[in-house]
């Protein structure tokens, strides 16, 4: 069955801006564009941040956050916004919908900043993802680790984060294929499992994909 499994192909990737046309200067109208916002809009927003060429200031994890602290001058609401983590849903319509929930909270409350006019314009922006081939195709579980310690951060992003949108079962790709080796693999995908890829940058959780699959060799004695 093992020599039937086809090999892992390691890709990266990058993201590209490209505006919605969608705007938003009030809260309500924040809520209302967000209402239409397609799915790419809530990556790049959400997601965005890791794959930039640049380290952000803001202490919030989301530009929906960052906005509504920075340009409403609404600290609660971007601290409400702030806690939000997207990997805990299971798509980004379910993530959209808890935006939404909380934005309608805060709109009935009705007082100044609800409909005061934020200092800059909210811009939607979506993410346009493209893909590259690395030409690194690793045939056994036991090489996984050095091809992942060696891989750009991209890599990490395309196949531990965008993977799991892809995935109807929400899987990222690494633990999908060690899936076909059976239970030889078990303990690395439950390590795998436990790691919250919105808590960590794309370094980070390179480093700790490689150590759980390291882990995952040594308690497994023969295992890989």
């Not at 993530?95 to 934020?118: C, H, M, P, S, Y």
């Not at 929400?170 to 690395?188: K, P």
Request: aromatic share 12%; proline share 4%.
């Amino acid at each position: 069955m093992i020599s039937s499994i086809e090999p892992f192909e390691l890709k990266d990737c990058e993201i590209v801006m490209v505006s919605t046309g969608l705007r938003a200067q009030t809260m309500r109208e924040l809520r209302d564009a967000l209402k239409e916002a397609p799915d790419g809009s809530l990556l790049y927003h959400f997601w965005g941040w890791m794959l930039r060429p640049y380290l952000s200031e803001s202490e919030y994890d989301n530009d929906f956050a960052t906005w509504v602290d920075r340009s409403l001058r609404d600290q609660a609401l971007a601290e409400r916004l702030s806690v939000i983590n997207p990997s805990h849903y299971e798509d980004l319509n379910a993530l959209k919908n808890r935006l939404l929930d909380i934005l309608d909270e805060r709109l009935v409350q009705g007082d100044f900043l609800t409909w005061a006019k934020g200092e800059t314009e909210f811009v939607f922006l979506k993410a346009q993802m493209i893909i590259f081939n690395s030409g690194i195709r690793i045939m056994q579980p036991k090489d996984l680790a050095p091809a992942v310690a060696q891989a750009p951060t991209g890599s990490i992003f395309y196949h531990f984060i965008d993977a799991q949108r892809r995935s109807p079962i929400c899987c990222d790709d690494f633990s999908y294929w060690l899936e076909q080796f059976g239970d030889e693999t078990a303990e690395a995908r439950k390590k795998i499992s436990m790691i919250d890829p919105y808590l960590f940058s794309l370094s980070e959780l390179r480093d700790l994909i490689v150590k759980a699959l390291n882990e995952s060799m040594t308690q497994g004695g023969s295992a890989f």
